[in-house]
């Protein structure tokens, strides 16, 4: 009697925490020397990505200038607030900024994005608050952009491999328009692992929000959550299957586990069926490669462990 075949085993990576931080300091200080540069500057919302990234900077900042191995470089955390943020955001970026010790400046931007809303005004009432968040993010981007050019600085980007690389979830020109990416060879796990191991892990639980709409989360915008976007994304590099991937235990359970929970905190589902989730990843991951091919800037390549 035959028995049932026996599903491909999903490998997630793992890291050891103190080898893959030395490269990513060293990605930042050589990418900022290599560019004649005074330092990096980051926008700091007090979310565990740039809260990760500005901590590994300020580590790698701080070994350079005590070695006294070329020209001192300066870490400087931007806050930039609109409407649509809560002050807590405001508060947490502070929080990080403090706590590092860096030079850092509470800018307001609304004042740059009330121009575009008579550009918005095009837009339907079902697109609007995409486009508009999109503007907020291009706002962004350029004001960081400009603060960066002043001081002689590189803008730190602060995307994730999964966000990035997995489903393309940022604007192109907006928080896109950076010098490195720093983490885009983390995932969203492990990213929460290393702020753990920086000792910030107040930001690792941090529900993740791109703060760009009132009441906004990743979650509740995409419908399911980075490890979901992870286990996707391995299981196809790995060479699963469509059909492998749609039936295998590890993804169904996971999918669904999420399905539900969207449900009980948002009252109403954003999929129905586990294929659905996979072809909105798939999709989104093709509009996250046509992305990258139009702005790729270089990503701090990491020594990663597949067990």
């Known amino acids: 009697m035959f028995g049932k075949k026996k599903e491909k085993r999903i490998k997630l990576p793992t890291m050891n925490c103190y080898l893959v931080a ?39 900042f701080n070994i350079h200038n005590r070695l006294e191995l070329g020209p ?29 010790g860096i030079r850092h400046e509470i800018y307001n ?11 918005l005004s095009r837009a339907d009432k079902k697109s609007y608050l995409f486009h508009k968040g999109n503007a907020i993010s291009r706002a962004r981007g350029n004001i960081l952009s400009t603060f960066a050019a002043l001081e002689n600085k590189i803008v730190l980007g602060t995307g994730n491999k999964d966000e990035d690389f997995g489903i393309g979830y940022y604007t192109l020109f907006g928080d896109g328009a950076v010098h490195c990416s720093p983490i ?20 690792a639980n941090r529900i993740p ?19 979901v976007v992870e ?20 993804i169904v359970d996971l999918i669904e586990k999420e399905m539900l929970g969207y449900v009980k905190t948002f009252g109403v589902p954003k999929f129905l069926m586990v294929k659905d ?3 909105d990843f798939l999709r989104r991951n093709k509009s996250a490669q046509a992305k990258a091919k139009i702005l790729h800037p270089p990503i701090a390549k990491v020594t990663l462990e597949y067990k």
């Open 109 to 119: 931007i609304e004042p740059h994005i009330s121009p575009y809303d008579n550009i």
């Open 22 to 60: 030395d490269q990513i300091g060293r990605f930042i200080t050589d990418t900022v020397l290599s560019a004649h540069k005074t330092g990096g500057v980051i926008g700091l919302s007090g979310g565990v990505d740039s809260t990760v990234v500005a901590a590994l900077a300020q580590m790698a």
């Open 231 to 250: 286990l996707l994304t391995e299981a196809y590099t790995q060479g699963l299957t469509n059909e492998e991937v749609t039936k295998h235990s590890l």
């Open 277 to 279: 989730i996979i072809g």
């Open 209 to 227: 929000t791109a703060g760009l709409e009132p009441g906004q989360t990743d979650f509740k915008d995409v419908g399911y959550s980075y490890d």
């Open 184 to 203: 885009g060879d983390l995932s969203k796990r492990l990213v929460r692992q290393m702020a753990v191991f920086l000792n910030f892990s107040e930001s």
């Open 72 to 100: 001192k470089l300066e870490l400087v955390g931007y806050i930039l607030p609109s409407k649509t943020n809560q002050p807590e955001d405001t508060l947490d970026g502070l929080k990080v900024a403090r706590r590092l």
